[in-house]
């Protein structure tokens, strides 16, 4: 059983430019959630994606949007970066009738310059 | 809404010692909580949880009882080793109609010393 995977582990953009960040969920987990850790933070909940819609949302602008796809992968986008938006992106999955449960893996790190 | 508050650290401890990690919570209903722990350099793993009132959630010798009256979820640990050495995370979850989502504490630094 593969756990979860995201990738690039490392990324670097200069402000104004756009993101992508992709995350492969748990072998039979349907739900994905994404959280932003800045430094020395704890992880702030950006949103969930559930049948691939969006299905809650923290406080984040809509600059930050996702995809879940059918196989329950999960893209994170983030447009127009800004030098606040650096910190350690967190995707994790769940399993439906368990969602409270979630497992992580282990982050992309990106850089706004 | 939902919070989660610990302890300020860092902390540091010889080898051996007892910990405690202190963590309350303020939630609008009946959270489950959860301990998560961070190495460094990687993701979260999640350490034990506990789902309902007076339940105690245990893994790789530590221990945190779920305790609504005092809204805590302290996080134990009878000996620590070095490779305990990690942030650590109190986190709640409440189901809500648009999913369920996690609200963090700020983390705790653990250092073991030999």
């Known amino acids: 059983e593969t756990g979860v995977t995201q990738s690039p582990t490392h990324l670097i953009k200069t402000r104004g430019q756009q993101v992508t960040l992709r995350c492969s969920s748990q072998?039979?987990?349907?739900?994905v959630s994404w959280y932003q850790q800045a430094l020395g933070q704890g992880p702030q909940f950006i949103f969930q994606?559930?049948?691939?819609?969006?299905?809650g949302r923290g406080n984040f602008p809509p600059r930050f949007s996702g995809l879940q796809f059918p196989n329950y992968s999960s893209e994170l986008n983030v447009n127009a970066l800004e030098l606040d938006d650096s910190a350690l992106y967190l995707c994790?999955?769940?399993?439906?009738?368990?969602?409270?449960?979630?497992?992580f893996g282990p982050g992309t790190r990106l850089l706004v310059l | 809404g939902n919070s989660v508050t610990q302890m300020e650290g860092p902390v540091t401890l010889s080898e051996e010692a007892f910990l405690t990690i202190n963590c309350t919570y303020t939630?609008?209903?009946?959270?489950?909580l959860f301990w998560y722990v961070q190495y460094p350099g990687e993701g979260l793993q999640l350490l034990l949880k506990?789902?309902?009132?007076?339940d105690k959630g245990s893994n790789k010798g530590f221990e945190a009882t779920y305790r609504k009256e005092t809204t805590s979820f302290h996080l134990e640990k009878g000996s620590v080793q070095v490779s305990d050495s990690a942030v650590y995370f109190c986190?709640?979850?409440?189901?809500?109609?648009?999913?369920?989502?996690?609200?963090f504490g700020e983390g705790t630094q653990l250092t073991v010393n030999p």
């Open positions: 072998s039979g987990h349907n739900t």
């Open positions: 986190a709640l979850s409440e189901w809500e109609t648009s999913g369920s989502r996690l609200t």
């Open positions: 939630a609008t209903g009946y959270p489950s």
């Open positions: 506990a789902t309902k009132a007076d």
């Open positions: 994606y559930y049948r691939e819609e969006e299905n």
């Open positions: 994790a999955s769940s399993i439906q009738g368990n969602q409270e449960t979630q497992y």
